[in-house]
């Protein structure tokens, strides 16, 4: 076999060296995708879009409360209070439901338990409905509690 000998001048190795670099280059420059690019002008915007739409939800979710009424804001947020611009924080409560059917029967309990408290002072056997009376006061203290 015949060894391979590299030619003897240094000039033929630097020029085939540049020759192979300008090669791959113009190969690059060549190959590469073009980017399209258009100077910015003023013109003018398109404000609307006219037509009829007609858009429809995917799912409906009906939302409602327990207890029937309506929403009135919590202290810090009622009218004339300035409550624009207000922080709130985690938990704090921003309104409740205003139930005055449910009022109504959480003062007529109070009294009812009162009532039976008073009776089971007397001598009477009463104890049955001053139970009957807690256990309705705890379950409108309950409801309206949830409200």
Do not use: C, H
Not at 19 to 33: E, I, K, N, R
Not at 89 to 102: N, P, V, Y
Not at 129 to 140: F, S
């Amino acid at each position: 076999m015949s060894e391979l000998k590299l030619p003897e001048s240094k000039r033929v190795l630097w020029g085939g060296g540049a020759a192979l670099v300008l090669l791959f280059a113009l190969a690059y420059y060549f190959l590469m995708p073009v980017a399209e690019v258009v100077t910015v002008r003023r013109g003018a915007a398109i404000s609307a879009v006219y037509g009829t739409v007609r858009i429809e939800p995917a799912f409906v979710v009906r939302i409602r409360a327990q207890n029937d009424g309506f929403i009135q804001l919590a202290e810090p947020f009622s009218a004339g209070r300035g409550a624009v611009g207000k922080s709130v924080e985690k938990g704090q409560l921003l309104a409740t439901i205003a139930d005055e059917q449910t009022a109504r029967e959480l003062k007529q309990a109070r009294a009812d338990l009162q009532a039976a408290v008073d009776r089971a002072a007397l001598p009477l056997a009463s104890s049955e409905l001053l139970k009957a009376a807690e256990d309705n006061l705890q379950r409108l203290e309950k409801v309206v509690g949830s409200g």
